[in-house]
């Protein structure tokens, strides 16, 4: 575990204002789905790096995968974001061989289609090939065309169209050929 910077504080050092303002800030991280937040104002800088990426990492090294923690500010590789065949608690389905998981890069609405009158962009069962749109998501008043990263297919879109979805939430099962 890397050592924090020495000018780095525990939070009951701080006077309560300033602790309420982290608060809200990793609230809203967690709302927008941020892996790390910094702000500077002249006299004080603040940086606030989510957890959540880490342990993700970690889960996944437990799983029997080896994985390198990536760098900052980079996503692990597909290969190593691959669930167990079984989640333990049961939210994500059995997976089969070559068979993965694509998360949800962000917080938002997933959205099947470009447009409401629009057909899909992907069904179950289809091929996709890299860079092909699978899906979006609007967060903040932005659509968001969530891409294949390799050719794969299509075994189950996992999220309900105009639903809310999670940073890290399964969207779909897609299988290597």
């Not at 020495?6 to 892996?35: F, H, I, N, Q």
């Not at 333990?88 to 061989?97: F, K, R, V």
């Not at 629009?118 to 065309?145: F, H, S, Y």
């Amino acid at each position: 575990m890397a050592k924090s910077p020495a000018s780095a504080r525990p939070l009951s050092t701080l006077p309560a204002a300033d602790v309420a303002e982290v608060r809200a800030l990793s609230e809203l991280m967690r709302e927008y789905g941020l892996a790390e937040l910094e702000l500077e104002d002249g006299r004080r800088r603040l940086r606030l790096v989510r957890a959540q990426i880490r342990a993700a990492a970690a889960e996944t090294t437990e799983a029997g995968t080896s994985a390198a923690p990536a760098a900052k500010g980079q996503e692990p590789p597909a290969a190593e974001r691959q669930a167990p065949t079984a989640a333990p608690d049961g939210s994500a389905p059995a997976l089969g061989p070559n068979q993965y998981l694509l998360p949800s890069p962000m917080v938002g609405t997933f959205y099947r289609a470009s447009a409401p009158d629009a057909p899909p962009l992907v069904e179950e069962g289809d091929t996709v090939r890299r860079g092909q749109p699978l899906c979006i998501i609007e967060a903040m008043k932005m659509m968001n065309e969530i891409e294949a990263e390799a050719i794969a297919r299509v075994v189950k879109i996992l999220c309900e169209n105009g639903g809310r979805v999670e940073y890290g939430q399964p969207l779909m099962v897609l299988e290597k050929p």
